[in-house]
């Protein structure tokens, strides 16, 4: 079966800094794929390579959208949303001073003919566009369950809201792979679970995920496959079971010597 996405010797320098050194998995379609590994192992590198913030030094990113292949390294970030790849950011990065429902509606607009800023002004001819980007939008707001939030200012929402509205303005670019930046990050226990049932619903929808994550729990329970990176190489691929008692990542994880204690 041809993956999703097919992440092919992938190097990426900065200068002297090797972040990523020869790295290649694939992302299956309809899976959560966990991308692990130390602060500074060359996760966040990665995920800016697929999302076309960064070019890669070298190696291939090739993404299947139906029967169509696509070498997709150096492409622009708008050019992959359209192609079908969204993500959300480590940092939160909303329009703080918008809506809830701004939030979404201007990433929507990547999926629309009409700009963001002119359909504010509401030309006639954008009006019945942009009336179905309202209902689009909130429908992924309901999605992600922040509908009754939606004329709120975004800032003025919990920290797990934000990071929640942050996934639906991703899904509103109706993409095909979603890539997820430490979603987990500051939550409390109730917001992590009601995260991990929106990532299966996310699974439902045909969307399939990648996920950065920390809390190993998190990730060991919902990701039935594993990458694992450490110094920009990867070190180990698998199930949780394998990746758990894996040598190479223990050590990674805890330090020289950890895996034969
Ligand atoms: N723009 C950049 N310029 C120079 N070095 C960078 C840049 N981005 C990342 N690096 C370096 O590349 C390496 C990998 O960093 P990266 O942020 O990808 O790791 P990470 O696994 O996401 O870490 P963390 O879990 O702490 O977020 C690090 O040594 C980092 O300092």
Same mark, same amino acid.
């Given at each position: ?183 987990? %990050?500051?939550?409390? !226990? @109730?917001?992590? $679970?009601?995260?991990?049932?929106? =990532?299966? /619903?996310? *699974?439902?929808? &045909? ?28 070190? %180990?691929?698998?199930? !949780? @079971?394998?990746? $758990?008692?894996?040598?190479?990542? =223990?050590? /990674?994880? *805890?330090?020289? &010597?950890?895996?034969?204690?």
């Amino acid at each position: 079966m041809t993956p999703l996405l097919k992440i092919d010797s992938i190097t990426k320098r900065f200068g002297g800094i090797m972040a990523l050194a020869d790295v290649s998995f694939n992302v299956i379609e309809g899976e959560i794929l966990g991308l692990i590994g130390p602060n500074g192992a060359g996760k966040t590198t990665m995920f800016n390579c697929i999302a076309g913030v960064y070019k890669p030094t070298s190696g291939d990113i090739v993404f299947t959208k139906g029967d169509t292949s696509r070498r997709i390294n150096g492409f622009k970030p708008e050019k992959m949303t359209e192609m079908g790849i969204s993500r959300t950011f480590q940092n939160i990065r909303l329009f703080n001073a918008l809506t809830v429902l701004d939030n979404v509606r201007i990433a929507r607009h990547c999926r629309t003919k009409s700009n963001f800023f002119r359909s504010v002004l509401r030309t006639r001819f954008q009006k019945d566009e942009e009336r179905a980007i309202v209902e689009d939008s909130m429908y992924w707001l309901d999605f992600v369950g922040l509908g009754h939030h939606a004329l709120a200012d975004a800032n003025s929402l919990s920290y797990g809201d934000q990071r929640r509205l942050e996934i639906a303005r991703s899904l509103a670019t109706e993409p095909k792979l979603l890539l997820l930046d430490e979603p987990a %990050a500051g939550m409390n !226990p @109730k917001e992590t $679970r009601m995260l991990v049932d929106l =990532i299966y /619903a996310i *699974l439902d929808k &045909g969307v399939s995920v990648m996920l950065i994550e920390h809390d190993m729990k998190l990730v060991m329970s919902i990701c039935k496959r594993l990458v694992v990176l450490d110094h920009g190489t990867l070190i %180990a691929e698998g199930g !949780p @079971k394998d990746i $758990r008692e894996n040598p190479q990542v =223990i050590e /990674a994880y *805890l330090g020289r &010597g950890a895996a034969h204690a």
